[in-house]
């Protein structure tokens, strides 16, 4: 496609009920990335994939968090048991090369747990 | 710790003025520095990026002045219109292999009055 695309926009979870949050890249992008952004924040790295491999999961704050590309191209976020600090934007990124320069961001998916 | 410190939170000026956004790093291994620019319900989009073997880059109104002895590293916006009001990040990554994540400043809101 001609950017990423992420899906839904808005999720509302009951606290404790699992998610799954989208990510489809730029058709041909090797590196894909997931950050979180906290109301008046900015971006905090979650997460990388090149192309199906993850090659760093440092950021992910906890073991609830779960990301995967099976296949080197769609990525999927999943937060199970969310907890309402899980509250925010979800942003995936993606970029031709093997980093992150010039990368692409998608829309989001906002979150919130009630 | 926050590895990128931005400043100032928001920043109001008017139609045609020069708006100044500020950073400073304490990690010495960064060796690009982005500028984005997030609308809102939109994601981040690269703007302009330098890295520290230079000391000014320009493209169109928008610069960043970077000095590398004292850390730090500022986007000018000149001429400044009401369509540049949005929200500007700062971030700051190390080189390829050493790290997979950009480190982003907590953002500054500009308002440009017309």
């Known amino acids: 496609g001609a950017g990423v695309s992420q899906s839904p926009r808005y999720k509302v979870a009951k606290r404790g009920q699992d998610v799954a949050l989208r990510c489809d890249p730029i058709?041909?992008?090797?590196?894909l990335f997931w950050y979180q952004q906290a109301l008046g924040q900015g971006p905090e790295f979650l997460t990388y994939?090149?192309?199906?491999?993850?090659?760093?999961k440092s950021g992910l704050p906890s073991d609830r968090f779960f990301a995967e590309r099976p296949e080197g191209s769609v990525s999927t976020l999943k937060i199970q048991r969310t907890q309402q600090e899980d509250s925010a934007v979800y942003l995936c990124?993606?970029?031709?090369?093997?980093f992150g320069y010039g990368y692409t961001f998608g829309s989001g998916t906002r979150l919130t747990v009630v | 710790q926050q590895q990128v410190k931005q400043s100032p939170q928001s920043l109001i000026v008017q139609k045609g003025g020069i708006s100044i956004i500020n950073c400073a790093y304490e990690?010495?291994?960064?060796?690009?520095f982005p500028w984005y620019q997030q609308f809102p319900g939109k994601g981040p989009a690269l703007l302009i990026a330098?890295?520290?073997?230079?000391s000014e880059k320009k493209e169109g109104r928008f610069t960043i002045s970077f000095n590398k002895s004292a850390k730090q590293f500022s986007l000018h916006i000149m001429d400044s219109q009401p369509g540049d009001s949005a929200t500007y990040f700062c971030?700051?990554?190390?080189?390829?292999?050493?790290?997979?994540?950009?480190?982003f400043g907590t953002g500054t809101s500009l308002t440009v009055i017309p």
């Open positions: 990124a993606s970029s031709p090369g093997t």
């Open positions: 058709s041909g992008h090797v590196s």
């Open positions: 994939f090149q192309n199906e491999a993850q090659l760093d």
């Open positions: 990690n010495t291994a960064f060796d690009y």
């Open positions: 330098i890295r520290p073997d230079v």
């Open positions: 971030a700051a990554s190390t080189p390829v292999g050493t790290g997979n994540q950009f480190y």
